[in-house]
C-alpha cells in the first residue's frame, strides 16, 4: 500500500494534479523504511518540471562594522560591543 500510495502521488505530481491532505498526510507519517521510494518519487518530479541543473548565489557582506542603524541583534551596529571585523564598501571588482 505504501509504495502504491508513493506512486500514486508521483503520478499526480507529475500530472500537475493536487495530492490530498489525507494522501499528504500519509507520506509525512510514512516509516523511515520508505524514504528512499520518496526520495525517488520526488526527484522524479524534479527533474521533469527543474531538470538536472542548478544556479547558485552567494551574499558578499560589502561592508563590515560601523553601521548607523541600532538594530540590537545585529553585531555591525556601531552601537554593538561585539568584537567584528570593520571595513569599508568593497568596490564592485572586489566583490
Do not use: W
Amino acid at each position: 500500500m505504501n509504495y502504491k500510495l508513493i506512486e500514486d502521488c508521483m503520478e499526480k505530481a507529475l500530472r500537475l494534479e493536487d495530492i490530498t491532505g489525507e494522501e499528504a498526510l500519509e507520506l509525512l507519517n510514512l516509516p523511515n523504511e520508505y524514504v528512499m521510494p520518496l526520495m525517488a518519487a520526488a526527484d522524479r518530479v524534479r527533474k521533469k518540471f527543474k531538470g538536472d541543473e542548478i544556479s547558485l548565489c552567494s551574499i558578499v557582506n560589502a561592508r563590515s562594522g560601523r553601521c548607523a542603524e541600532d538594530c540590537a541583534f545585529c553585531s555591525q551596529s556601531v552601537h554593538a560591543t561585539s568584537e567584528i571585523p570593520e571595513y569599508p564598501m568593497m568596490d564592485a571588482d572586489e566583490m
